[in-house]
């Protein structure tokens, strides 16, 4: 079935849609979008005759798989991205003999390809090369001995030191070469990095013929040779570790220039040159299916480069680590998919194409798949049986998103009315009309693509089929030629058979003594009075139909009447908190635009009231049963929005107590922490969804409150907890203020219901979010809104087929807030797969470690923390050796061999086991550990990705006249410059880190005070200055803030501060405080899990 055909134009459905036409506009049938430059690059047909193929230059030969006896060893990667961050070009340490010159020394060699980093910066992996660099046609034959077709190169090349004198002075250089948590961390590059400052070089001219390198800051990926003999003589390799080494190199002579490497070749291959980045991987395929797969990511410790000998210190001679540049970056990751695939949009009319990561950023086109932005996998291409997916460990798994935003450049999903029938539906599973049913016998019956049920066409919905057995009207449904649209739902779909009400908030506020003392009931009373005419509202409707209700609160209820007929409000209180009660119906919940004076004039009058309150105690159940029964006295849903400041202990029903216990950490009883005080919260949780009512949290703590008991309603309505802990007016309010204003104003749906139906073979097993769930296949939510995301996992239940694929069908019933009974519909058709390396090929790491830090977080309220960490790593080891085992060509056991689209995995992962849930420092809190244990369980999988691996841009790299970022550098000190200004941003908090080298100008137009010592560390918003760096470092926070669903807390970090201890806690590439493995520490860990394994 093409969904490229033209558009056919046929009568309008239901009710005509302003704007509808968008879908016989050109840009629909295929071809290019208006104002959407075109591709860069064409699909890929093998070597592009006009390109030049310069000659390979002296001493380089292209490798052919293990090298033969007496041919020359090359120096070869795996990789396939752009600028691939292969282990095998080694760190170029200072020449034994010279001191390294100073950083921005003119280099020996030609001009060096800096890509968009400027001097100084630190690159990750290879620079990519400026033009597109062909790969070998597939079909090329392979014969021994002769070189594949050269890709075109960069010009320029690097001189390199002599090459090694003897095959024995190899060996004796990478003896003692072993992988493990001995590898010593590495120091930071001359000039660039702070702290330990490098071991100087020996002093002494340079040897004959050799050529001063330059820091490694500037140059990561120079190689360059082992010292001549004469430095090594009577120096003798550390010890190997056992079991951590690969068989010893082949020995044959190696050509100049070249260190030794392992080589892994992957089928055909390539060999990359020095400075640039491997064959290009062809165009992203846009609307057509994936082309060949890229080879796997490979890791080699017998060619991984190690700190010359006597550039280290006499106690560290032995130890040996891996260059952090030649390591998988997820800043390289990251780009390279945004130069490939953030030019075109993505098309999904083909089946299981993975998307661009949600790093990057792009259009959608939908056409019969929804867009990721509401649905993304761990794979796109499933196993065909439950073995092959039991054997690989990778986990099935949808996060879905049903009500995201989208941006204004796309089309919401269109609303389809079919009249009192309905939807049409299959008989027999119920699933939903979709692009993937198929009409049979001239368009009377359709069969279910989910179940192969065939039903009958009801006669209102009869259409004839054209030539190819598509019906003629296939462009003028969403419902068939669109993955995502809306239907308006019947009667059928409401409560007790009758449409629902417009749903209510109420606000309920807490007017205890610390609520009162810091100014927090004034500034929410004031900020209501502009809030409320900014209340959500359906499309184009004048006012919002959502009513109003107060309620303050401390150890007793205070009901206000706010109707438009009176004069001023009336308060009416409830001191039996053991039986709530709500002791008015009219008058309660009312139209904002009618009672506004009213309104008004209460807003101003709570603050006075209680000025003097003595009241220290709170209740916290009883203001919800209040709102409840306020709901359902109005027989509506709604939501309540709830600002508490301390723990309930006041004699009430869900009274609290003081349970927290630091002790309690790393034992078995850890998890009672995650787990709520009593189950009253849970039934009441229960009651909540019943009756459409959604609780949002807003915390105001200065102490422990139990968040793990408090949120328990929240969660399982579906509703959301802000928490500022010990909260002041003066740094915090104007983050309150925006979550706040956003919390009020985003779209949300009521009384919502999610089922996800399967294609035969597969079926959705397991949950993870925001919600309740009655039965073992209906998610239930009081409230839904734009942000929250649930994840679904997949098992199978049958064998898939290859030809068929599979499809999800996600089906979400809400109410809208105009009170519409709607349901909104999302599909997608997955590939299936018979080859383990089909799967491995279309994996998205971001969502496989959303999905994982969903499943440990869910883990910790039932096993101990330790059994949860060992449990993830142990997961990944076996997905990893899977792949090593089944899809990498054999090479030796000394490798550690990733694919390429999880060469990511480790990094992510060891983020998340170093995370505050599952990993605490002594200065986090219990409630914050519960607070982000719930925040992560409903994420998405853009969240995830920048909470577990924060986004670090160095502000003083920013070009003042472009409104481009500065490129994005590694969560690592050694990045840091003491000379620069940094920012880093994690979902939560914007750090903006300054180093004592900072230029005095750039303190005075940043912070407006002249020197370093002046800059106050209470700052919660850059100060208003009129130059540009000011103006350019805002608009980034600003920008930062707009693609976040909560507001950041800003703080700045000085250098060598007490606060830089926080700062450093989200370095996440660097060993952590609380004993979390480095990047590389853990990689070699991972390696050595994965050896163990296939051993």
């Known amino acids: 079935m093409s969904v490229n055909q033209q558009a056919h134009t046929g009568p309008p459905y239901g009710q005509p849609q302003p704007g509808y036409q968008g879908y016989q506009q050109p840009a629909y049938g295929g071809q290019s979008l208006p104002g959407v430059p075109q591709a860069q690059y064409g699909a890929y047909n093998g070597p592009v005759p006009g390109y030049q193929q310069p000659v390979p230059p002296q001493g380089y030969f292209p490798s052919l798989g293990f090298p033969l006896k007496g041919s020359p060893v090359s120096l070869n990667s795996d990789t396939s991205s752009l600028a691939p961050n292969f282990i095998g070009s080694l760190r170029a340490p200072p020449t034994s003999g010279a001191p390294p010159p100073a950083s921005g020394a003119s280099h020996p060699s030609g001009p060096l390809a800096y890509s968009q980093f400027e001097h100084g910066d630190v690159q990750n992996g290879i620079p990519a090369s400026a033009a597109p660099v062909q790969r070998p046609p597939a079909s090329q034959p392979f014969l021994p001995g002769s070189a594949p077709t050269p890709v075109s190169q960069i010009s320029t090349f690097q001189q390199y030191g002599p090459p090694p004198a003897s095959v024995q002075q190899l060996r004796n250089h990478m003896a003692g070469m072993t992988i493990g948590s001995t590898a010593a961390s590495a120091p930071p590059p001359a000039g660039l990095g702070y702290g330990a400052p490098r071991p100087p070089a020996m002093p002494g001219p340079p040897l004959p013929g050799q050529t001063v390198a330059a820091p490694p ?142 790093t990057t950023n792009f259009l959608v086109k939908d056409q019969g798949n929804a867009s990721p932005r509401y649905i993304r996998c761990t794979s796109y291409n499933i196993p065909c049986t439950s073995d092959m997916a039991k054997q690989s460990q990778v986990p099935l798994a949808a996060v879905i998103k049903p009500l995201a935003a989208l941006p204004p450049e796309e089309t919401l999903p269109y609303l389809v009315d079919h009249g009192e029938s309905g939807p049409v539906r299959c008989n027999r599973c119920k699933a939903y009309m979709c692009p993937f049913m198929q009409f049979i016998e001239g368009g009377r019956r359709f069969q279910c693509c989910f179940c192969s049920c065939v039903t009958e066409v009801p006669p209102h919905y009869f259409q004839h089929l054209d030539h190819t057995g598509k019906r003629v009207d296939f462009y003028d449904r969403p419902e068939l030629s669109l993955g995502s649209y809306e239907f308006l739902a019947t009667v059928d779909y409401c409560k007790n058979n009758k449409f629902p009400s417009p749903p209510a908030f109420i606000f309920m506020i807490d007017v205890s003594y610390n609520a009162v003392k810091s100014g927090l009931v004034r500034l929410i009373c004031e900020e209501l009075k502009s809030l409320l005419d900014y209340l959500p509202r359906e499309g184009n409707m004048e ?37 709530m009660f709500v002791p008015l119906l009219d008058g309660f919940l009312v139209n904002v635009n009618e009672s506004r004076t009213v309104i008004a004039s209460l807003l101003d009058q709570i603050p006075e009231m209680f000025a003097d309150t003595r009241e220290t105690e709170t209740v916290f159940a009883p203001v919800i049963q209040a709102g409840l029964e306020a709901l359902k006295a109005a027989e509506c849903a709604g939501k309540l929005f709830i600002f508490h400041t301390s723990l309930p202990i006041a004699e009430a029903p869900g009274k609290l107590k003081n349970r927290d216990d630091r002790k309690l950490i790393n034992t078995d009883k850890e998890k009672t922490l995650f787990q709520p005080q009593t189950s009253f919260y849970n039934n009441l949780a229960k009651d909540c969804v019943a009756q459409g009512c959604c609780v949002d949290l807003f915390l105001f703590p200065n102490q422990y409150l139990d968040v793990a008991t408090l949120g328990v309603v929240p969660y399982q ?55 309740y769930m009655s039965n073992t296949t209906d998610v239930e939510m009081a409230g839904l809104d734009c942000d929250k995301t649930i994840t679904v996992e997949f098992k199978h239940d049958d064998k898939l087929s290859e030809d068929s694929g599979a499809l999800l069908q996600c089906a979400l019933l809400y109410t809208s807030c105009a009170g519409q009974r709607r349901l909104r519909i999302h599909n997608l058709s997955l590939n299936c797969c018979t080859q383990l390396a089909d799967l491995y090929r279309n994996c998205e790491t971001d969502t496989l470690i959303n999905y994982l830090a969903k499943f440990a977080y869910r883990g910790v309220l039932s ?6 960490r060992d449990a993830l790593i142990n997961q990944c080891a076996q997905i990893l050796a899977c792949y090593r085992k089944n899809c990498a060509s054999p090479s030796s056991a000394g490798q550690l061999i990733l694919p390429e689209c999880m060469k990511l995995l480790p990094v992510y992962l060891n983020c998340v086991l170093k995370s505050d849930v599952l990993q605490p420092g002594p200065e986090v809190t219990t409630d914050d550990r519960a607070y982000i244990r719930q925040l992560v369980t409903s994420m998405d999988v853009a969240e995830t990705n920048v ?89 980034i926070v600003d920008m930062l803030q707009g693609q976040r669903s909560r507001y950041m807390k800003l703080i700045v970090v000085k250098q060598e501060d007490k606060l830089e201890m926080l700062f450093k806690h989200f370095l996440v590439e660097d060993k952590s405080l609380t004993g979390g493995a480095s990047y590389v520490d853990f990689l070699c860990h991972m390696h050595k899990e994965i050896r163990q394994l296939l051993s």
Not at 741 to 754: C, H, L, S, T
Not at 957 to 972: C, G, Q, T, Y
Not at 980 to 993: A, H, K, P, S, T
């Open 217 to 358: 800051s500037s140059q990561p990926n120079h190689v360059s040779s082992p010292p001549p003999p004469s430095t090594m003589a009577g120096l003798h390799p550390g010890p190997p570790m056992s079991g951590l080494h690969g068989p010893p190199p082949p020995t044959h002579p190696p050509q100049p220039g070249y260190p030794m490497q392992q080589n892994g070749s992957f089928g055909q291959m390539r060999g990359p040159q020095p400075n640039y980045g491997g064959a290009y991987p062809g165009a992203p395929n846009y609307g057509s299916p994936p082309g060949p797969p890229p080879p796997p990511k490979r890791l080699d410790p017998d060619s991984i480069p190690s700190p010359q000998l006597n550039e280290l210190p006499p106690q560290q001679k032995p130890r040996h680590r891996i260059d952090p540049d030649a390591i998988p970056s997820p800043i390289q990751v990251i780009e390279d998919d945004r130069n490939n695939r953030g030019s075109e949009p993505f098309v999904t009319g083909v089946r299981g194409q993975v998307p661009p990561l949600v």
């Open 863 to 868: 096993s101990p923390v330790k059994t949860v």
């Open 717 to 771: 309505t579906g509703g959301s907890i802000y928490k500022y802990a010990y909260f002041q007016l003066e740094t915090d309010q104007y983050r309150f203020l925006n979550d706040l204003r956003r919390d009020v104003q985003k779209e949300v749906g009521f009384d919502a219901v999610m089922r996800v139906r399967t294609s035969t073979g597969i079926r959705a097993t397991d949950f993870f979010g925001a919600f």
């Open 947 to 1035: 909470f577990f691996y924060p986004r670090l841009l160095p502000l003083t790299k920013a070009d003042v006249d472009s409104d481009s970022l500065p490129a994005a550098i590694r969560n690592s000190e050694e990045r840091l410059s003491k000379g620069d200004i940094y920012l880093l941003e994690n979902g939560l908090n914007i750090f903006v880190w300054v180093g004592v080298s900072v230029q005095q100008g750039l303190i005075q137009n940043l912070f407006g005070v002249s020197s370093f010592s002046q800059i106050s560390n209470a700052l919660s918003t850059l100060p208003v200055l009129e130059n540009p760096f000011s103006k350019k470092v805002r608009s």
């Open 543 to 579: 006012e919002s139909a959502i009513r109003v209700g107060f309620v303050t609160y401390n150890k007793v209820l205070h009901f206000y009447n706010v109707k438009s007929s009176l004069a001023q409000p009336q308060m009416m209180v409830v001191s039996d908190v053991a039986d």
